[in-house]
């Protein structure tokens, strides 16, 4: 869906997941990692349990698939653009695959789940029987602070 839409925005976020280990950080960590395995690799094949030494590589191996596989997910983001007569959400896969939603904002409504311990546990937009989630991945402060400035702008665009 091209953005037709010619107005300046009200409000335009994008959301992205957090990961608390950047790239740096995972190379630290797999360099260590690769220095144990090799230290205690060497002593058990100097020991004559070699079996040891491929087994320590398969764990290191697995844990490198297992962070490879979080930053693949981390491509997932989302995009929320309101201007006074149109809100545009764009969800991108981490496959690439991008889904658009278009939605007139005078009809539109934004609905907050809350827990009590928990703070908000779901969002969503909805809007003449469609309904489309937001910041699923996001963590509890993030929610609270998207919420707060997209329900805020969502009134703003409503008054006109």
Same mark, same amino acid.
Request: proline fraction near 5%.
């Given at each position: 869906?091209?953005?037709?839409?010619?107005?300046?925005?009200?409000?335009? /976020? #994008?959301?992205?997941?957090?990961?608390? =280990?950047? !790239? *740096?950080?995972?190379?630290?960590?797999?360099?260590?990692?690769? +220095?144990?395995?090799?230290?205690?690799?060497?002593?058990?094949?100097?020991?004559?349990?070699?079996?040891?030494?491929?087994?320590?590589?398969?764990?290191?191996?697995?844990?490198?698939?297992?962070?490879?596989?979080?930053?693949?997910? /981390? #491509?997932?983001?989302?995009?929320?653009? =309101?201007? !006074? *007569?149109?809100?545009?959400?764009?969800?991108?896969?981490?496959? +690439?695959?991008?889904?658009?939603?278009?939605?007139?904002?005078?009809?539109?409504?934004?609905?907050?789940?809350?827990?009590?311990?928990?703070?908000?546990?779901?969002?969503?937009?909805?809007?003449?029987?469609?309904?489309?989630?937001?910041?699923?991945?996001?963590?509890?402060?993030?929610?609270?602070?998207?919420?707060?400035?997209?329900?805020?702008?969502?009134?703003?665009?409503?008054?006109?």
């Amino acid at each position: 869906m091209e953005d037709t839409n010619t107005e300046d925005p009200i409000f335009h /976020a #994008r959301l992205t997941p957090y990961r608390s =280990l950047g !790239p *740096h950080g995972f190379r630290v960590l797999m360099s260590v990692l690769i +220095g144990c395995w090799l230290v205690t690799g060497i002593v058990f094949f100097a020991m004559g349990a070699w079996p040891v030494f491929g087994f320590f590589g398969l764990d290191v191996l697995l844990i490198w698939l297992a962070f490879r596989w979080n930053y693949h997910a /981390a #491509r997932a983001h989302e995009e929320v653009k =309101l201007s !006074p *007569h149109h809100l545009a959400i764009r969800k991108f896969a981490p496959s +690439g695959r991008i889904a658009e939603h278009g939605f007139n904002p005078f009809w539109t409504q934004f609905n907050v789940k809350r827990h009590d311990f928990a703070g908000i546990t779901g969002m969503s937009v909805e809007s003449q029987g469609r309904r489309v989630t937001l910041g699923g991945f996001l963590n509890p402060d993030d929610r609270e602070s998207f919420a707060k400035a997209f329900a805020t702008a969502l009134g703003q665009a409503k008054r006109g």
